[in-house]
């Protein structure tokens, strides 16, 4: 079975909006709306589960009733503190439901609505073959290391560098299986499902992205997304 697990927990403060960045709309609508929507097109996906902050819930459902026609099944839940809360939170209700036993979960940034059929495709089947896997494209930018935010300590070789994206997607059962087995406050330093993966020593393969899966988080990302919208999704 494959799962695709919208995270939408973010507050949307770097964007300066009364809302969450997850729920504003480019050209009528919705960030969130357009992510989950790329996932149900693929044709790939038996269930769609979208973690949102409790204060919006309600108004979560609300949106996908009035924006999505499809017989794929939906849940809503609550979402953590934390991004790792929330991913945990996600493979919980999924053992609660039965259905995290040999099941990918796809999980997304709800704010990345511009993923296409390859991306999705190419995600669950490295998921299948290697366990785990994370979206990326190579850096072009020189990187710089700076532990102070001052000085520089290093300029690292971007030839081995790559800017991650979402999806990272993940045999369920056994991400599940690691983070219970991580200790509680390493699990509660990492960002994603990739860095349990690679903690426990596991490999994680890279699945090529797209420069156009950008993630809404400035004003002027909404009118990117809208060239991005005419040049590649019309």
């Known amino acids: ?6 995270l939408a927990g973010g507050s949307g403060l770097r964007m300066g909006t009364a809302v969450p960045k997850q729920f504003l709309e480019i050209e009528g609508v919705p960030v969130i709306i357009r992510s989950i929507n790329a996932f149900l ?11 949102v902050s409790e204060d919006f819930i309600s108004y979560t459902k609300e949106q996908i009733a009035e924006f999505i026609r499809t017989d794929t099944e939906i849940f809503v839940i609550k979402g953590g503190k934390t991004r790792g809360d929330t991913l945990f939170g996600v493979l919980s209700f999924m053992k609660e439901q039965g259905f995290l036993e040999e099941s990918v979960v796809l999980t997304h940034d709800a704010v990345r609505p511009f993923i296409n059929d390859r991306i ?3 995600n ?4 299948k073959k290697y366990g785990a896997c994370n979206t990326a494209i190579p850096a072009v930018d020189t990187m710089l290391l700076s532990s102070d935010g001052e000085f520089i300590d290093s300029v690292p070789d971007r030839n081995k560098l790559f800017h991650a994206q979402t999806p990272q997607s993940f045999d369920a059962e056994k991400l599940y299986k690691l983070i219970e087995n991580t200790p509680r406050d390493v699990f509660g330093m990492m960002t994603d499902g990739c860095s349990v993966f690679t903690y426990h020593g596991e490999k994680v393969f890279l699945v090529k992205g797209e420069t156009y899966n950008i993630k809404i988080t400035y004003p002027d990302d909404l009118i ?5 919208i005419r040049e590649y999704f019309n």
């Open 124 to 127: 669950i089947a490295a998921a």
């Open 224 to 228: 990117r997304a809208k060239g991005i």
């Open 41 to 51: 097109g693929s044709g790939k996906i038996d269930k769609c589960i979208v973690s």
């Open 120 to 122: 999705i495709e190419e």
């Open 1 to 6: 079975m494959n799962i695709a697990a919208i």
